[in-house]
């Protein structure tokens, strides 16, 4: 059985406290930040919190329990958030007035309780748990600080919030939560929050991935949808059609299928899913590069050549050796902007049609329908652009994903019929675009238009979307943050508790804090407020109003 | 003695390899790269290399020899680089078709010999070193791969020029260096090869201070110009002064003396000094939020008050604090845009001119000596920008170092005085303008001007500078990179090396190339040839074009 704070009787003396603080601020030019909202972000489900200030011990130690506490998982992120936490360390002060500190602190322990040791990490694998923070002052029955979850995914989120609750003090030169005692319940309103990343534009290398699937965990974000080919580059080895690589933009701009399997093992020790996605048949004209029997001709790339096999083959054989690296249920196979010209004006494509008396459209629909087979055969759960699903409902797997982007009104009508869907309206969430603001980015909701709870169930969550046109390593870490953020916080927290009052006054004060928060931890997150996203700062001035 | 591969008799077999290489670089879309360029950036001085493909083992080892080679920086150094090296690991491999691989390579050891074991690290330390890469036959004196180095630092050099010759070969799924056997004798040109960062107008916090001088020991450059403090804020915790960080934007964007001191000694594992600054009597506003006496007035408050002792106190404050976390032995006092209407206007500093029958221009020489002297007296030499040069020469105390920032000239004309000089025109070396392509960049020259060696032997070198305005953690790197690795190639490289020809085919290749090197590193080096610094890219394509 779960221990539950938030039924203890402890749970009375907490809330007598008061939750407006008066803790003080000492600022320079910029204002004071509204000591009543609570700087954590995403903004957890339930939380209480007093008004005591308790230090951290810079030798915090682990202690595990429960019968999926004792996992590698856990210690590894233990040890990741203590170095984010610890990043400054006092070391042998070379100024005597810094020595002789106070070596008695508040919480010299965090207590992971995980209840369940299968560490599957599959869509909607439970991300829940409480975290309690207090003094100890023996007579707790909980510990100092004390995370409890049922996965050890929900153990990570957990972490990723205590770090926000804790504040190095440059006062007393010691790590510092505020605002406590801290008692939180928490999970996640949509089981996929994704980012897309597109290599095919440009390509990123693979530390640039994991910078990305590191700091899309700051923000609970849990999906990491690799567009990982388009027209432009095939950037991924498979093993089984050895010269579609040959797609590439250079030799030195691949990944092995080595490299795939090393970032789909770092996200998921970040409690972060990879959903693949080839895109066909359009978007594939780089698949000839290798293999030029997939292009209608030498003339005409794309789509690819509905009529033969081969082209199958080939599908089928990237998902087969896919699989092998790519364990989430889901898999995108794309399915958006077919312009069908070549189809139509190849002769021996022409022909195919008029045998079978197929129009170019037929032949789309037959192509989808044919990649869905393959991958479902493989056991995976096809997600499509709304495309797919726009132009032939009727004839798609019930299974199907429908992968909203061409603007709103779509996930109403897919969970309609009966399908779930992602929301990803290319009019708040596309990262590309560059003239979205925070706020309309924020107030974007997955849910409009859908009231019966039974459809809303269908919505899985939503994704932003960082197209890679314009965006290469230079850039795409201030595109895609803060804005993501914003997303990130709508996908997880309480609807209620986001979607009321002025959010220029109770989110945007937070979400300049959480941008700040990703500066301090490397990551280059753009000034939420400027013009245009990615845009530099306009002039001198603090993170925090900038 | 140090071993001397140039004059051994293997130089004259090594000579007669062909320099043409015929390895094949299959590309797509992108042009074949010039394979009768040497991809190091910067250009050692001097170089021969063959036509042979060696290949590296994964788990390379380091072997040390002389009396300097157990050092714990040359350690570190061996495992930041192996990890560079080795990003691409094959572990255990999920496809049969990638196992069994050979495990025969033919290097499996690095060798490094450090002359000495003097780690002090000043400038115009001995950063030469020579490189010998090739198989190791069994008959060779030398190792498969060493680096011989009088210094520690030398031999850091060494291996960053070792990590640039290995590349991931994604055919073989292995590391190579291509054009082997390899002899390379290296050595700067100028003692003092600088990038200035700007943490007032922007707070930087402390990670990514450390990514700037990680990315800048790629480039080889070897001073981190601190130019801490401005007018709009005092992030520096100074324990004499204590209120002085009141000037910070806020309590979080702050450094402490520790966070200093680990700044420094991140940067002197990586052979970077860090060249302090305080910018008096002018950029100095923020001084006066902690201690309000040391404006003119509380509505005049730049200059720094001259007239009181209590100034020059806090001067020496700072600096009796900063001297015992900064070692480097040049100390900036900036000294630059000093606007004394404050000193003409403001009643008890007009007075106290008058009763000493100064003029404003007097007393700015007045300030600028005596804060001289007081680095001086603390055994620093003092920096100082050329205004104070432009304005009272023949006063300055000879040891000064005049930085150059107006315009061209300035350096000839230090150097004719017997000054020593830094040259950063800003006209091709101010990173915050935008404008500047990498051309003009690339062949500003130092030297420009100053034929007398003698002379030139007073330029210690220049720095290219990163002023704060408009960068912030989200832009910074890309508006130092690529653009910083042209100005330091011209540093290092020598002059007549990289002065002739047509630097759009001899430079800009290999520009191109060392950008996507920062890029798989994980720095963000905007593209090499956009219009503006740290633009996007225009649109899809290889790291390799744009």
Known sequence: MLFDPFKSHFLFLILSLSLCVSQTLALNSVPEPDASLTYLWPLPSEFTSGNRTLSVDPDLSLAVAGIGGNSAIVRAAFDRYRAIIFKHTSGISIFSRFTGRSSVYDISKLKIIVNSDNEEL????????TLFVSKNDGKSITGEATIEANTVYGALRGLETFSQLCSFDYGTKSVQVYKAPWYIRDKPRFAFRGLLLDTSRHYFPIDVIKQIIESMSYAKLNVFHWHIIDEEAFPLEVPAYPKLWKGSYTKWERYTVEDAYEIVNFAKVRGINVMAEIDVPGHAESWGTGYPNLWPST????????TKNFTFDVISGILTDMRKIFPFELFHLGGDEVNTDC????????????????????AYKYFVLKAQEIAISKNWTPVNWEETFNTFAENLNPR????????AGVCPKAVAKGFKCIFSNQGFWYLDHLDVPWNEVYTAEPLEGINDSSKQELVLGGEVCMWGETADTSDVQQTIWPRAAA?????????DAISTGNITLTALPRLHYFRCLLNRRGVQAAPVTNKYARGPPTGAGSCYEQ
Chains 1, 2 share one sequence.
Do not use: F, I
């Open 299 to 306: 003339s005409c790339r794309e789509p690819l050549d509905v």
């Open 487 to 495: 997303a990130a916080e709508r996908m997880w927290s309480r609807r």
């Open 343 to 362: 189809w139509s004006t190849t002769p021996h494509v022409k022909q195919w049609l008029q045998d079978r008396n197929m129009t170019a459209k037929d």
């Open 400 to 407: 199907t994903v429908v992968h909203n982007w061409l603007g």
């Open 122 to 129: 599959q869509l909607g694998v439970d991300e829940s748990y």
